[in-house]
């Protein structure tokens, strides 16, 4: 059984920045490729950054050059730094599985997700 716990979402302004965190309960954690999702209001959820199981991370455009994932195996946990914070990454977060080279797939386990609101 699959268990992932997001945490680390809230409130800041323009220009801000967050670190989410997921813990993340399944057997061979280092064997995934993880990515962190995004669900703004109103709109469907899409991935925004992904992290393989050798390291190399991927990213959306829209967040590119402001977000870091990253991951630790030997804790099982998926990271999201993001910085420079806009409006419109308001949304609720949530880590899973993901694949880059797919990236409207989407996996069937999920967390409560965390939600980030940035706003003045």
């Known amino acids: 059984q699959v268990q992932l716990v997001e945490s680390g979402g809230g409130l800041v302004q323009p220009g801000g920045s967050l670190r989410l965190s997921c813990a993340v309960s399944v057997s061979s954690f280092r064997h995934y490729e993880m990515g962190w999702y995004r669900q703004a209001p109103g709109k469907e959820r899409e991935l925004v950054a992904s992290?393989?199981?050798?390291?190399?991370?991927y990213y959306a455009d829209s967040v590119q050059g402001r977000f870091t994932i990253s991951r630790d195996n030997a804790k099982s946990a998926v990271y999201l730094q993001m910085n420079n914070l806009k409006p419109e990454d308001t949304g609720v977060y949530y880590c899973?599985?993901?694949?880059?080279?797919?990236?409207?797939?989407?996996?069937?386990?999920w967390g409560q997700g965390t939600q980030v609101t940035v706003s003045s």
């Open positions: 899973s599985f993901a694949n880059h080279l797919a990236t409207t797939w989407m996996p069937g386990s």
């Open positions: 992290v393989t199981a050798g390291g190399s991370s």
